[in-house]
T-cell receptor, first 113, second 115 residues
């Protein structure tokens, strides 16, 4: 069944440093993949999604993600992190029949001043 | 487009009481989803509606849970005889008719605490 795994529970980076959050997927065909961000006490906001074409996807807030079939990965990146990026980040893949979204356990990002 | 809204944002109740949450999706979105999120976890699918029809329920949705979407617009999620294990964030999302890769737009959630 389609699923995603986020290996890192918590990551701390300094403001201005680059960021990479890992996501590995399990799916036979080319998956549709999503990254969402959740600020404390808030719902989820879509950052970007991939479903075909260019494997480098640009999103909002300066984020990008790269789909790598050979590594079954869809890692999220940002060249320079801002303090406001501190949040929980979730990778997701549609379930069977596109009736639900299956999320990873999330990676909590802390940004040091 | 005001986005998905949920009410109340927070609810504290005593074990054994019934609670009801409301979700207003983005207008013209045909699909509405409910998820549950516990601390340190990603959201888990509970159920979804296409217009007013409830088309799928997950195994997480016990008999104490019921969801409705009577006119194909807003939806309610009721939990009867609440238990402490029901404490979680309940998230609602909506989307247009599902095509592959269709984006689900999430509301702010209702945080439930059962004492």
């Amino acid at each position: 069944a389609q699923s995603v795994t986020q290996p890192d529970i918590h990551i701390t980076v300094s403001e201005g440093a680059s960021l990479e959050l890992r996501c590995n997927y399990s799916y036979g065909a080319t998956p549709y993949l999503f990254w969402y961000v959740q600020s404390p006490g808030q719902g989820l906001q879509l950052l970007l999604k991939y479903f075909s074409g260019d494997t480098l996807v640009q999103g909002i807030k300066g984020f990008e993600a790269e789909f790598k079939r050979s590594q079954s990965s869809f890692n999220l990146r940002k060249p320079s992190v801002h303090w406001s990026d501190a949040a929980e980040y979730f990778c997701a893949v549609p379930g069977g029949n596109n009736n639900d979204m299956r999320f990873g356990a999330g990676t909590r990002l802390t940004v040091k001043p | 487009d005001t986005g998905v809204s949920q009410n109340p944002r927070h609810k504290i109740t005593k074990r054994g009481q019934n609670v009801t949450f409301r979700c207003d999706p983005i207008s013209e979105h045909n699909r509405l989803y409910w998820y549950r999120q516990t601390l340190g976890q990603g959201p888990e699918f509970l159920t979804y509606f296409q217009n007013e029809a409830q088309l799928e329920k997950s195994r997480l949705l016990s008999d104490r849970f019921s969801a409705e979407r009577p006119k194909g617009s807003f939806s309610t999620l009721e939990i009867q005889r609440t238990e402490q294990g029901d404490s979680a964030m309940y998230l609602c999302a909506s989307s247009t008719l599902a095509t592959a890769g269709e984006t689900q737009y999430f509301g702010p959630g209702t945080r439930l605490l059962v004492l």
